[in-house]
Structures are given as C-alpha cells and as structure tokens.
C-alpha cells in the first residue's frame, strides 16, 4: 500500500530547470533512503542522486553542481531540482525509496526493501 507518485517532468530548452517532486503515502513510519534514477533510450538505470534520512546526499559526477536533492521527512516528499540541463540528461526519471517502514494492520511493522515510483519523463531541446 505504500506508493510514491512524482510529479514536475515535462520539455525545457537546454540550459533550463526543472524541479521534479515524489509524494510517498501510505502508512509510513520512515524511510530511510529516498531518491532519484534516470534511464535514457537503450542505455541501463542509473542513479542520479539520492538523500539519507539524516541530509546526507550522494551524486552522480555527470550532475554534481547542477542537480540539487532535498527531502521533507514529516511530509514524506523528495525533490531533485536541475539546473542547466542538457540533451544528455534527458530520459525517464524514477522516484525510488529505500528501507519503508510501514505500519500494518495487525499493530505491528514491516519495513519494505524498495519502492518505484511510476517515472515521469523529462525532455530536453537544444
């Protein structure tokens, strides 16, 4: 029952931003690990940036700089603010939300492995 919708892609002009959010619902006690990868056409999923509960963020070389990741822990939401982006950094972008722990029906907790979120796709013009 835990799911995550992201919201914020859409086409920019090369050199624009884009500030992507993923809303986690659900009966979420915490999450660990929130973040954001990225899948171009005929190339693997990558990660691009992703935030521990405590702030500590980690980035992919290719967006260090540009790309800014930040989480609201009480509203359960992870952003990913990009600048300048380029041709490069087009393709689908995955919320991804590591270690839930949710709350159960019977009173007690599970924590899930890893939860996806839909994706939302990001174009980029030159």
């Known amino acids: 029952q835990v799911q995550l919708v992201e919201s914020g892609g859409g086409l920019v002009q090369a050199g624009g931003s884009?500030?992507?959010?993923c809303a986690a619902s659900g009966s979420i006690l915490s999450?660990?690990?929130?973040?954001?990868?990225?899948?171009?056409?005929?190339?693997q999923r990558e990660l691009v940036a992703?935030?521990?509960?405590?702030?500590?963020?980690?980035?992919?070389d290719s967006v260090k700089g540009r790309?800014?990741?930040?989480r609201d822990n009480e509203k359960g939401?992870?952003?990913?603010?990009?600048?300048?982006?380029n041709p490069e950094d087009a393709g689908v972008y995955?919320?991804?939300?590591?270690?839930?722990?949710e709350r159960t029906p019977?009173?007690?907790?599970?924590?899930?492995?890893?939860v996806w979120g839909?994706?939302?796709?990001v174009a980029v013009s030159s």
């Open 77 to 85: 939401t992870v952003y990913l603010q990009t600048n300048s982006l």
């Open 50 to 60: 992703d935030i521990s509960v405590s702030g500590s963020a980690n980035y992919a």
């Open 94 to 101: 995955y919320c991804n939300a590591r270690a839930v722990a």
């Open 118 to 121: 839909q994706g939302t796709q």
């Open 18 to 21: 884009l500030r992507l959010s």
């Open 106 to 114: 019977l009173g007690t907790f599970r924590t899930l492995p890893d």
């Open 31 to 43: 999450i660990a690990t929130m973040g954001w990868y990225r899948q171009a056409p005929g190339k």
């Open 67 to 70: 790309f800014t990741i930040t």
